[in-house]
């Protein structure tokens, strides 16, 4: 499986892909990253790891999308994910990708769409937080969930530190997803999510899967 990744920031995400890649557990090749911000650091650890990046900062949507959607087509990706991708896509071009375009977010979907996830759940009163990957429709945050990774909030954690705990979830969740999403052991199917073979009713939910 071809993958781009799609990058506005730091790209831990992006370094959790590359690891899993170079540890030789996950057998996906990284095409290329794209990013809408020419400082994002995620585009120095692509250039570290000799992977192609594509910088359309400072683009009104649409042109981003049509500079993206040729690279993309150059690229001849399987699979498109965003790791931290800050912009807003529209409906047209995430058409392009029904199916094949995942996004990791900071909270355990449907809950705490959008952004200041942390805080939010703090200021709810959550007992459980956590992390989700999930397909990526028109609606913000709102795909069919794959696998949701969680924690418990402690009553000492601020958003920094839940922040900080729920990044290290990611990293063990997403590079996981890609695997299971190459090995063609998860997909959609009659609108339903199927795990190999077997249609799912909830997404996948681990708890505080990681990695020493
Ligand atoms: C992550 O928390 C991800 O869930 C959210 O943006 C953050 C990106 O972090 N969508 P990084 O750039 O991968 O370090």
Not at 5 to 33: E, R, Y
Not at 36 to 41: I, L, Q, T
């Amino acid at each position: 499986m071809r993958i781009a990744v799609f990058i506005s920031g730091n790209g831990s995400n992006l370094q959790a892909i590359i690891d899993a890649v170079h540890n030789k557990w996950l057998d996906v090749t990284i095409s290329g990253v794209i990013s809408n911000k020419a400082d994002a650091y995620g585009l120095v650890r692509a250039e570290k790891a000799g992977i192609a990046t594509a910088v359309f900062a400072g683009k009104k949507v649409t042109t981003f999308e049509k500079l993206a959607l040729e690279q993309l087509e150059t690229w001849q990706v399987d699979c498109v994910v965003l790791a931290g991708f800050m912009r807003v896509l529209t409906p047209a071009f995430i058409d392009n990708f029904a199916g094949i375009m995942i996004n990791i977010h900071p909270s355990l979907l449907p809950k705490y769409k959008g952004l200041d996830t942390h805080q939010r759940a703090i200021d709810a009163g959550e007992a459980y937080h956590g992390c989700s990957v999930h397909f990526v429709t028109a609606e913000l945050d709102a795909g069919k969930i794959i696998a949701q990774n969680m924690l418990h909030i402690h009553p000492e954690d601020t958003a920094a530190s839940l922040a900080e705990r729920v990044h290290t979830l990611e990293h063990a969740l997403l590079p996981r997803v890609l695997g299971w999403l190459a090995d063609q052991r998860f997909y959609i199917a009659h609108d339903t999510l199927h795990l190999d073979q077997f249609p799912l009713k909830k997404p996948l939910c681990f708890f505080e899967l990681s990695f020493v």
